[in-house]
């Protein structure tokens, strides 16, 4: 029966009741199939916390290699996560009030990781896929959600060579949150465009600045979300996703912008992995700046602005395709912009909110990667010096990310509470 059900399609029904998070989710009135109540955890501040994805490279071929469930194991703090290829580590911070706290959390975490990887011969690498690995040769990590999602997917399940960050941001109230997320959405391509550093598929330049995009979302319930504006909608949308087996569980949705009610968040999941510790730094700051001004405007009874659902999606390819350079749409009036000249415009308008977040020298970060290129572009410039060889794309993006990391000896933060 389960093989049944996955061949058209549909995951299996559990034999209890859903499950929403990581906890059950009681269906109301008509049982399993009625509506779902999701309890949205409420941050009583706008806390964040940061996850990187870490990519294991043999240090001399530059080849991904299958040892994160050792690197795993031997650090044994809760900061370092498997993910779902052998080949990565996932760097997690713990719930922090100000994006330098953030930093350093992740700062010493790398640390601890490389204090196991160097002995290996093992470097660390960021970007938001791997320039040559084929998907095929990357074994898969244990568990029973990954082999589900990988016998579900099959082929584009296999492409999944690809690294990111997320951003966690704590809102008060699940009231605020859909609201908070569709609007985010006006600035996706601006994020994107900063991160995106993938322009490399299969040893072929793919002439996109951020190829791991268009990768993702070919997962089900990946991409774009839909831009709900009552919570009541998404729970409805939720509902119907475990009815029809689409999702077990809140995990199962992959969205670029979600919620995540059992911590309080909205977690912003647009970027590329990011090669130094101050991009991260700058994209956490732009993002805990964005969600905290957001949450600012509808506190004083402001109405959100809204990009229609073909423009947003419009402006992630563009973005995808362009990087820096792209021509995007900025209004539902159907205004476009250079992304490099609204962000300048942006930065100014967050000025007060990161002054009042204590992020004000990580947010000026926004502006110097548009000042010395993205990681697609100098990834280009790498290649282009070396006759091609993407070897030596890697070296750069290992050295990046060794010499970028202002790595300090491992501290645990004030609370063990971690982002998922």
Not at 48 to 71: K, N, R
Not at 228 to 235: D, G, H, V
Not at 302 to 326: I, M
Request: charged share 20%; with cysteine.
């Amino acid at each position: 029966a389960a093989a049944t059900a996955r061949s058209r399609g549909r995951r299996t029904r559990p034999a209890s009741h859903p499950v929403v998070g990581s906890v059950p989710v009681p269906a109301v009135a008509r049982g399993y199939g009625g509506d779902v109540r999701i309890a949205f955890h409420g941050s009583p501040e706008p806390t964040l916390g940061v996850e990187w994805e870490l990519a294991c490279v043999d240090a001399q071929s530059g080849e991904l290699v299958p040892v994160g469930p050792e690197v795993v194991a031997a650090c044994g703090i809760e900061a370092v996560k498997k993910e779902l290829l052998v080949n990565t580590v996932e760097a997690v911070t713990g719930v922090h009030h100000t994006v330098g706290e953030a930093m350093d959390d992740l700062a010493g975490t790398l640390a601890t990781i490389r204090a196991v990887t160097d002995p290996l011969g093992v470097e660390l690498f960021s970007a938001g896929c791997h320039p040559w690995a084929r998907g095929e040769d990357q074994a898969v990590s244990e568990g029973d959600r990954y082999a589900e999602l990988m016998d579900r997917t099959r082929w584009w399940g296999r492409q999944m060579v690809i690294y990111g960050v997320h951003v966690h941001v704590g809102v008060n109230s699940a009231a605020k949150v859909m609201p908070i997320v569709s609007s985010l959405l006006t600035w996706f391509p601006h994020l994107q465009a900063l991160s995106a550093s993938s322009p490399f598929w299969l040893g072929e330049d793919t002439g996109y600045a951020s190829n791991r995009s268009l990768i993702f979302q070919q997962l089900p319930t990946a991409g774009l979300p839909f831009q709900f504006q009552q919570w009541s909608e998404y729970a409805s949308y939720v509902d119907d996703l475990l009815v029809t087996g689409v999702i077990d569980s809140l995990a199962d949705l992959r969205w670029d912008v979600r919620p995540a009610p059992h911590l309080g968040t909205v977690e912003m999941r647009v970027c590329d992995g990011l090669s130094t510790l101050k991009e991260v730094a700058a994209l956490t700051a732009l993002t805990h700046c964005l969600v905290v001004d957001l949450d600012r405007r509808l506190d004083e009874g402001h109405e959100l602005p809204v990009l229609q659902p073909w423009h947003v999606q419009e402006n992630k390819w563009r973005s995808a395709r362009y990087g820096l350079d792209a021509i995007v749409i900025t209004s539902a009036r159907n205004d476009e912009r250079l992304v490099t000249e609204d962000l300048d415009d942006l930065l100014e308008q967050l000025a007060p909110t990161a002054r009042r977040l204590g992020c004000e020298s990580e947010l000026a970060g926004v502006s110097d990667i548009v000042k010395g290129g993205a990681s697609y572009a100098r990834q280009r410039q790498v290649a282009a010096a070396n006759d091609g060889d993407l070897r030596a794309v890697v070296r750069s993006l290992v050295q990046e990310l060794r010499v970028g990391t202002q790595a300090q000896p491992a501290a645990q933060p004030k609370t063990t509470v971690r982002f998922p």
